[in-house]
């Protein structure tokens, strides 16, 4: 079947603009995960969904980052007034259920790559 | 909090060579360890995960992981190294809601041929 997809997969916006990055989790996936990938670093949690409430928005960055999932399938992470430190790989992944556990693997998407000018 | 380290940034091999990449963690409680495998343009693929029970656990690819609680590590292995294995490698530790992740700095993998 069809994995996490994202959308798009490069994006080149000049500081100061908003973007929109949008994720496809894998169909019946409970939970959705962001995450921040900066050049050279491991992935960074950012924000979690169990379907479409946000229950940890711990690792968002600053106020300009929001994240949403209105009907608990596709979520859109957007940035307002992009910095140049906010360039990175953002990725999305998605497992089946709701609650943690070694048995709730994460499926991850490719990820897009923003860069900002 | 949780923590990963990865001590090495790079690792060059043979191919044909045994290859073993380093992971300690941080954690309060019992962890959920993984190892990760990225290649460039690609998402992150799951080699391998541990939660209890025997601390030898095997994976794809050929991979395997040792938990030993006493290092606080979980150290990645493979007994002969195929030259598709050259990619980034990331450990990491699931917790709290969700069992986010917390991930290492990643080990970069050469293969020489």
């Known amino acids: 079947g069809a994995g996490v997809s994202q959308s798009p997969r490069y994006k080149v916006a000049k500081r100061g603009q908003d973007v929109a990055l949008r994720c496809d989790p894998i169909?019946?996936?409970?939970?959705l995960f962001w995450y921040q990938q900066a050049l050279g670093q491991g992935p960074e949690f950012l924000t979690y969904?169990?379907?479409?409430?946000?229950?940890?928005k711990s690792g968002l960055p600053s106020d300009r980052f929001f994240a949403e999932r209105p009907e608990g399938s596709v979520s859109t992470l957007k940035i307002q007034r992009t910095q140049q430190e906010d360039s990175a790989v953002y990725l999305c992944?998605?497992?089946?259920?709701?609650?943690?556990?070694?048995?709730?693997?994460?499926?991850f998407g490719p990820g897009t790559r923003l860069t900002v000018l | 909090a949780q923590s990963v380290t990865q001590p090495d940034i790079h690792i060059t091999v043979s191919e044909g060579a045994s290859l073993e990449l380093r992971c300690n963690y941080s954690?309060?409680?019992?962890?959920?360890l993984f190892w990760y495998v990225q290649s460039p343009g690609q998402g992150l693929q799951l080699l391998l995960k541990?939660?209890?029970?025997?601390?030898l656990v095997q994976g794809i690819k050929g991979f395997e992981a040792e938990f030993k609680r006493s290092q606080s590590s979980f150290n990645l292995r493979k007994p002969s190294v195929h030259w598709s294995d050259a990619a980034e490698y990331f450990c990491?530790?699931?917790?709290?809601?969700?069992?986010?992740?917390?991930f290492g700095t990643g080990t970069q993998l050469k293969v020489e041929l």
């Open positions: 969904f169990q379907n479409e409430a946000q229950l940890d």
């Open positions: 990491a530790v699931g917790a709290g809601g969700g069992n986010k992740l917390t």
């Open positions: 541990y939660f209890s029970g025997d601390t």
């Open positions: 992944a998605s497992s089946l259920a709701g609650q943690g556990g070694p048995y709730n693997e994460q499926f």
């Open positions: 169909s019946g996936h409970v939970s």
């Open positions: 954690y309060g409680a019992t962890p959920y």
